[in-house]
């Protein structure tokens, strides 16, 4: 499965996510959904927190996901972020709380496959808690350097494919094929990702300028999740060159235990 998404911006039908039962207090956030929230489909979302101090408490979900910090500034636990910082946590590995700061945050959440726990798992409920602790998955949580955006001009001179690892997973079984890269292309030069297959699919995220992919020119806040059972992406870059988040999940069975 190839899912095309242009311009990942907030949604019209976008959700206001209200209920303190469910996340432990009143986050003051929206969430505006890219795909379709059903098992086996890449999740892609947005979800915005508008209002200086916001908090979406700490927190657990039942897939691996990548947070890319998009708009605003704020804070991730004990982790300053602003645009643009990238976020990995394994599944069932607690994360947050997600601060809002004076200017309000936005972020990207992907996901190799809808996440079933749907909410996530807030806890500050005893239930969820226990639920974590004793769940056996290798932890992980991983806060990225922010990344620094090339502009217009830069990218437009680019005399060869740029290419920077992202985040330095650890050297075990639990995270092999997991990787984040930050790829930057001058006009018109093309660029093959990994096989989708050495992990559990991959997320592409574009940055800045464009690429042509199937047809279509995609700009800046245009996505393309990939399973694992789609071949090597090739992008090429726009005339006005391409910078691009390319992002590999662990590689795991559906269940999401390692293979």
Known sequence: MLITVEKMLPR??????SRPDLFGNDPQSFRSDFTERQPGVPQLLLVEQPVPGSTILTHYHSQDQFQIFIDGNGKLGRHDVS???????????GYGPIIAGDHGLSYYVVRPSFDTLV???YVVQADKRETLKNHPGPKL???GQPIVALDARALATLPSIKFEALIDAPDREAERGLGADLVSLGPNMTYTGLDPATGSGQMVLVIGGA???GGTKLGARSGIALTPDEPALRIQAS??????????????TPEGLQK
């Open 119 to 121: 909410t996530g798992q």
């Open 211 to 213: 690429i042509e992919h």
């Open 141 to 143: 949580s991983i806060v």
């Open 83 to 93: 645009p643009i910082t990238l976020h990995y946590t394994n599944r069932y590995t």
């Open 12 to 17: 019209a039908d976008r959700v206001r996510q």
């Open 239 to 252: 005339d006005e060159g391409a910078q691009v988040l390319m992002l590999q999940y662990p590689k795991r």
